[in-house]
């Protein structure tokens, strides 16, 4: 295995990753099974604390589940929006924050806990490893994604019971992302949040800092 | 923006996904501040609950504050290799795994749980959302490292609390990742500790389910 990616691997790859977006508006065009495959296999190639792979993909087409799961969006958002106040009360209303129903799929991304364990190589002190390797699963998922011109969102405004209790996890199971996953008619040029002003981009300057926090090159 | 990536760039995003590994064996050699600019950059462009971008990137180069950080290593995995037993302890023993000392450079990704706050979009009710962004940051900055020929270890061996009094970190800031960066003389084929046979690659089709828990396609 050659260590070298050429001038446009290279480009390429911050190409996937400057263009990849939180994707909520959705064609219904059907993924095909060698593109979604790709997409499972390229997360399943994500790091994992000791090898231990703690991740389940669980592909979410019927309509009747994913009703019920829309439902349980709906009421911890309208819980959530109580909590901005005001004009930024009206600007998140008017955000579109989840596409589960239009989207052609969603995957709910899993981590089992007690996978190979009790004891895992790397989480001996540092227990919550195996949900940092699930989400670097989703990462690797939503970059392939994106080179496939397939759209992911995040839905995180669901209460992680319910959405236990919907995908039907076993004890020890615990839901990590739930992912609206589809064709788009376009990628944003840059984070919709950013572009309607919810929140500003925050220099890189600020955000890199030597030896200790704090502390500026 | 365009959707289509062509073949040539979807296979060198497929590329950098297979063939990232955990680095622990590094060569001396500086990287160029134009190649950490990249790779820094890369980390900031992940995705974030509410935009909320709440990672931090801090360059450990100095080698007496590195030294600290391999002496909390030693202790922790000392603890940690009285866990695995017989066969199992010496197998632990005879890994290498980390490069504290001998990579060029360390960074410690750390994820600032007040940033934007107290009320994050997408936080309301999975208030972990905001460590899971830093870890997208980590996995970014991990590929785009691999493209530039950079290799990346985690080493999560090392008691929280005492990574964030080396790092000097505020109330409300958590080290989420500590990364040994450096140029390698290679990249392994496969992950090392399935090739050690450590623990066994988990077959895909025991991965992935459809509509619930446990439903094979």
Redesign the interface.
């Known amino acids: 295995?050659s260590?070298?990616?050429n001038e446009?691997?290279?480009e390429?790859?911050?190409?996937?990753?400057?263009?990849?977006r939180?994707v909520r508006r959705f064609k219904a065009d059907l993924i095909p099974e060698s593109v979604l495959g790709?997409m499972?296999?390229?997360a399943?190639?994500?790091?994992s604390?000791?090898?231990?792979?703690p991740?389940?993909?669980?592909?979410?087409?019927?309509l009747e589940?994913r009703r019920k799961v829309h439902e349980a969006f709906r009421r911890?958002n309208e819980?959530?929006q109580k909590?901005?106040e005001g004009e930024r009360g009206e600007k998140?209303a008017s955000?579109k924050?989840e596409g589960i129903l239009d989207s052609a799929l969603n995957i709910c991304v899993?981590c089992d806990r007690n996978r190979?364990g009790p004891?895992v190589?790397?989480?001996?002190?540092?227990p919550?490893?195996d949900?940092?390797s699930a989400?670097?699963a989703?990462?690797?998922l939503?970059?392939?994604a994106?080179?496939?011109?397939v759209g992911v969102g995040?839905v995180?405004?669901?209460?992680?019971e319910e959405l236990s209790a919907?995908?039907?996890?076993?004890e020890g199971?615990v839901p990590?992302?739930y992912l609206c996953v589809g064709y788009?008619d376009?990628?944003?040029?840059e984070?919709e949040?950013?572009t309607a002003g919810?929140?500003p981009?925050?220099p890189?300057s600020e955000?890199?800092?030597?030896?200790?926090?704090?502390s500026k090159?």
């Open positions: 295995m260590n070298g990616f446009q691997e290279r390429a790859v911050y190409r996937v990753i400057r263009e990849r939180d790709r499972l296999t390229a399943m190639q994500a790091p604390v000791g090898y231990s792979q991740w389940n993909f669980i592909l979410v087409k019927d589940v911890a819980e959530a909590m901005f998140y955000l924050l899993t190979f004891v190589l790397g989480r001996t002190c540092q919550d490893m949900l940092y989400v670097c989703v990462q690797n939503w970059l392939a994106r080179c496939e011109g995040w995180s405004i669901i209460e992680p919907l995908m039907k996890l076993p199971v990590i992302a788009t376009g990628f944003a040029p984070p949040l950013k919810w929140l981009q925050v890189f955000l890199v800092y030597v030896n200790q926090w704090g090159p």
